[in-house]
């Protein structure tokens, strides 16, 4: 039975978080400029969205790019809005073809003027499509989304629309960037970091943690498989003892 046949359909997480490390190392381990990992980084993305697709998953988010990357060398922030910019243009018609659904996280506002309008016609395109939610996290920071959710919610209170009382866990998640998905289930880093690095930080409240040592240009669908079985072999308690769990295979809180 090969790798992909060992996957059991019925318990596939709905939501995989990835934070894409290790262009950088990757590349400077062979010589090469940081960009050229990056570059290279693009080919496991195309790589592990087709395998997302094809397997079932339903929702996949991506760690493109952080708030805090814009304090990187400017060619280097430069080089990633192109690169970002260059790989939507080429893909888009693919995605779509192939089902996939695009929605962006982050502080869209702070992109570049390019970057907002072709990720817009890009969102716009693929908007009916049912297949693989594509969630990219661009200048994105989850204490950012978190604090704006608090101000967006005390908005509401001030102009009557919300009531105090009415500020619990569900009301709050509408105010998230990521109201309309699923919590990721499996949450996978490259490159050897042990870090969530201000990712998902709400959502991830009971998510499962995957950490490979493998570099982001090396994370191909193999790797994925392996990360999808070993989330399968997890038990999963949300609190609750193991004899629970066995006892009522079904219920989740
Ligand atoms: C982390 O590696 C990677 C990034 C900050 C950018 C990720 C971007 C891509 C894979 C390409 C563009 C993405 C899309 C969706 C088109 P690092 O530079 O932090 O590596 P290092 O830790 O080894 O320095």
Same mark, same amino acid.
């Given at each position: 039975?090969?790798?992909?046949?060992?996957?059991?359909?019925?318990?596939?997480?709905?939501?995989?978080?990835?934070?894409?490390?290790?262009?950088?190392?990757?590349?400077?381990?062979?010589?090469?400029?940081?960009?050229?990992?990056?570059?290279?980084?693009?080919?496991?993305?195309?790589?592990?969205?087709?395998?997302?697709?094809?397997?079932?998953?339903?929702? @996949?988010?991506?760690?493109?790019?952080? #708030?805090?990357?814009?304090?990187?060398?400017?060619? *280097?922030? /430069?080089?990633? %809005? $192109? +690169?970002?910019?260059?790989?939507?243009?080429?893909?888009?018609?693919?995605?779509?073809?192939?089902?996939?659904? @695009?929605?962006?996280?982050?502080?869209? #506002?702070?992109?570049?003027?390019?970057?907002?309008? *072709?990720? /817009?016609?890009? %969102? $716009? +395109?693929?908007?009916?499509?049912?297949?693989?939610?594509?969630?990219?996290?661009?200048?994105?920071?989850?204490?950012?989304?978190?604090?704006?959710?608090?101000?967006?919610?005390?908005?509401?209170?001030?102009?009557?629309?919300?009531?105090?009382?009415?500020?619990?866990?569900?009301?709050?998640?509408?105010?998230?960037?990521?109201?309309?998905?699923?919590?990721?289930?499996?949450?996978?880093?490259?490159?050897?970091?042990?870090?969530?690095?201000?990712?998902?930080?709400?959502?991830?409240?009971?998510?499962?943690?995957?950490?490979?040592?493998?570099?982001?240009?090396?994370?191909?669908?193999?790797?994925?498989?392996?990360?999808?079985?070993?989330?399968?072999?997890?038990?999963?308690?949300?609190?609750?003892?193991?004899?629970?769990?066995?006892?009522?295979?079904?219920?989740?809180?």
């Amino acid at each position: 039975m090969g790798l992909l046949e060992s996957i059991d359909l019925n318990k596939l997480p709905k939501h995989v978080a990835i934070i894409m490390d290790g262009n950088g190392r990757w590349a400077k381990e062979r010589g090469e400029d940081r960009v050229f990992g990056h570059h290279q980084g693009v080919i496991s993305v195309r790589e592990i969205v087709n395998a997302c697709a094809e397997i079932g998953i339903q929702y @996949l988010t991506l760690y493109a790019f952080s #708030a805090e990357n814009w304090n990187r060398p400017v060619e *280097e922030v /430069n080089a990633l %809005m $192109e +690169l970002l910019v260059n790989t939507i243009r080429k893909e888009i018609d693919e995605l779509d073809k192939n089902n996939v659904k @695009l929605h962006i996280i982050g502080d869209f #506002a702070s992109l570049p003027a390019i970057c907002q309008k *072709e990720l /817009n016609e890009a %969102m $716009e +395109l693929t908007s009916k499509n049912t297949g693989l939610n594509l969630v990219l996290a661009l200048s994105y920071s989850s204490r950012q989304e978190i604090a704006e959710a608090a101000r967006k919610i005390a908005m509401d209170v001030a102009a009557g629309k919300l009531k105090p009382e009415d500020i619990n866990e569900n009301s709050f998640k509408n105010y998230l960037y990521t109201s309309e998905f699923p919590d990721p289930e499996l949450m996978i880093r490259t490159s050897g970091e042990f870090r969530v690095s201000n990712y998902l930080l709400y959502q991830l409240a009971y998510a499962e943690f995957y950490f490979t040592n493998t570099h982001w240009p090396d994370f191909r669908k193999k790797d994925l498989i392996e990360a999808l079985l070993n989330y399968q072999q997890r038990e999963r308690r949300f609190g609750k003892t193991s004899e629970q769990i066995q006892t009522n295979t079904t219920q989740h809180v």
